[in-house]
């Protein structure tokens, strides 16, 4: 459960989503988007 507020968090920080815009993607999609986020995050060092 506590990823699953992580992931809220990062993808509203990120997409300025509400959290049940968020709560109805797939967590498969989700997790797309945080692996988007953390390319990029790790491309920026």
């Given at each position: 459960?506590?990823?699953?507020?992580?992931?809220?968090?990062?993808?509203?920080s990120?997409?300025?989503?509400?959290?049940?815009?968020?709560?109805?993607?797939?967590?498969?999609?989700?997790?797309?988007?945080?692996?988007?986020?953390?390319?990029?995050?790790?491309?920026?060092?």
């Amino acid at each position: 459960m506590k990823n699953l507020y992580k992931e809220v968090h990062i993808l509203a920080s990120r997409y300025h989503w509400s959290e049940n815009e968020i709560m109805k993607l797939s967590r498969k999609k989700r997790k797309k988007y945080l692996n988007i986020i953390e390319e990029e995050e790790a491309g920026a060092e």
